[in-house]
């Protein structure tokens, strides 16, 4: 059963409910709005079946996680007991290869206990210990680097999206003018250009030959990390320039797609009729062109918000940032296959979280969606 | 016609403005006068002339109904007239005087800032579009989007109040009040067109246009529809632009008619005359398309052609090319609207008379006959109405 059916029957029953609490005199007639409850319960059913198929999507996303390494030929403790072997070119003795086991896990154990274990860890954040950097755990360097991804591709995200938004609702508001005409094309080309190419340049200019920046790094080493002026302006400093080339590559995209549907919205009935109201040109463009045209804008906004987790994978590996892409690419580069499982893990979590907060706050700014979903 | 009964029930109401036409014509009465409007589409080649000397006078509380074919300019007079034209559309020439009700200084639209143009807005000229489904936005709420016009015309207004007074206006027009807080798809189509009249006379404006406000609904709800109008109308005292291409509908409606093609108003009288008289050849075939109800039938005929390509309009009168009556000069000569007695016709039949000349009817082409040879006309047509006559008898 559909939530329109749903809410119908449940109508249906109101209104009968209340035609016999009421007598015959005043029941929901027919072109009465429908009750307040009945929109409630649209609304949750709704959302609760979207968290119903996100609860589904995030099972199926650890039990891959799971799997995955498991079917790959080879697993992590072999792996280190035959490195080890190879180093020091003799058998590993039987009470290190016990508590290698205990750390990576036995291969010859049974799957579904494997399972319950995977399970039993990661209710305690326990996503198993890093092979690069043993014995630290991969959750304490997943968090450490969290911070650094959020504040760097977080703000950026969110930056480029209002930039590229607002320039995008000012262009497709007076398409053809002469700030569209230049801005419009000029946006097109700058973000046809690869980013990689982009931040190598950036950093060869203003890093390398101006000097204007830092090379590499999070902020300077020199310094005590903690809330004071002098670490806070070098976290400033050193994410300039990334931050820049991020704002630089994203906002075009926004810009174009929201000038697009700018366009088509102006020319929308709704928006002659807020003109022939009277209403400011302000509230015009903001509550009638801007609100509407910015719908499909903000699914993709969810996305990139859902993606900021996992770290802008070539920013950080040019800049060296010291966030959740640099951590992937450098467990990549080492084959730290607990790390990448990690990383992978919370990557795809926070996408899924992302995209149910989209779709939620989307039945909150499209109502048709309601009876639609 | 549905509406046979609405226009018939009115008139027992207010009585029509018929007296208006034929009286003096006080500047107090009129709410718009509207001289020599042109609206041009600019377009890389040549212009698009849309609409080209439309002139016409509102009195208050009239309706005046404008019909014509796709393409007659209609929707260009419309967004002219509420000065809502959006490029490629510039009007080049008129003007549009607007007399305000307090007695306060007449306004020319055209020539009035975006400022002052704000400040009528809604207030004294409020508009009623096609389609109510694209005219309400979908993401907002009924209520909210009376509010917002509400309260920019009345700062002290609270916001609860703006709402309150939604509700009530909602309620004229036959929706229950807690239908404010519905957005506009959880209502039927006909209660969608019904608030959108409810919201153009939110603000107790003077003069409503309304594009044909009634296209998308069923034959039932139209006739509930204009009866709602025209109750409000008595009520309020508006006057309406009521824009369509149903002539059959302003027949029923409208106090006085504009018939328009290819930008120009072609005819202008009150609805009788243009029932009963319609003197440009065009008009008689607009109304010649649909049958009478009550009046004896008559033979049911369109207009061949199609409408003119208005960037290369033809020379002359711009319906000579598909008129069954046109005669020499046609192809040449551009007639202007003449007014004679209030009804007004831009038609070269009737150029070199008086308007005595309006009730010999319609002359035929004449065959050999010179310009400004109204006598010879005159005899030809009498000639050909006795023809129409029996026609029509024999069937």
Redesign the interface.
Known sequence: MTTTEAAAAIRDGGAAGGAMAAGAAAGGGP????P?AVRAVRRWGFLLRRLGFYAAAAAAAIVLNFLLPRLMPGDPSSAIVEELQRVSGQQVPPETLESIRGIFGDPDQNLGQQFVQYLGQLARFDLGVSVVNFPVPVSELVLEALPWTLLLVGTTTVLAFVLGTGLGVIAGWKA?SRLDSILTPLTAFLSSVPYFWVALLALWVFGFVLGWFPLSGGYDANLAEGFNLPFLASVLHYGALPAATIVFSAFGGWLLGMRNMTVTTVR???V?????????RG?VIL??AA??AM?PSFTGFAMALGGVIGGALLTETVFSYPGIGYLLFESLNKRDYPMMQGVFLIVTLATLLANLLADSLYVV????IR?AG | MVTQIVRDADRTGTGRTGINLTGARSVSGDVLEVTGLGVEYVTDGDPVRACAEVTFTLRRGEILGVAGESGSGKSTLITALTRLQRPPAVTTAGSIVFHPRDGGPAVDLVAASPKELRALRWTSLSIVLQSAMDALNPVMRLGAQFADALRTHDRSLSRDAAWARAAELLATVGISGDRVRSYPHELSGGMRQRASIALALACRPELVVMDEPTTAVDVVMQRQILAQVLRLRRELGFAVVFVTHDLSLLLELADRIAIMYAGRVVELGTADEIYDDPRHPYTRGLRDSFPPLRAPLRRLTGIPGTPPDLRRPPSGCPFHPRCALRFEGCDTHLPELVDAGGHAVACRLYDAADGGMADVGLPARTADGTEGRAERRIEDGIERRAEHRTEGGAR
């Open positions: 072109g009465r709005g429908v307040g053809g929308e009935d709704y002659l009729l807020a003109q022939a109201k009277g209403l400011s509230r509550r009638y609100r509407n719908l700014l499209d109502p048709r009876e």
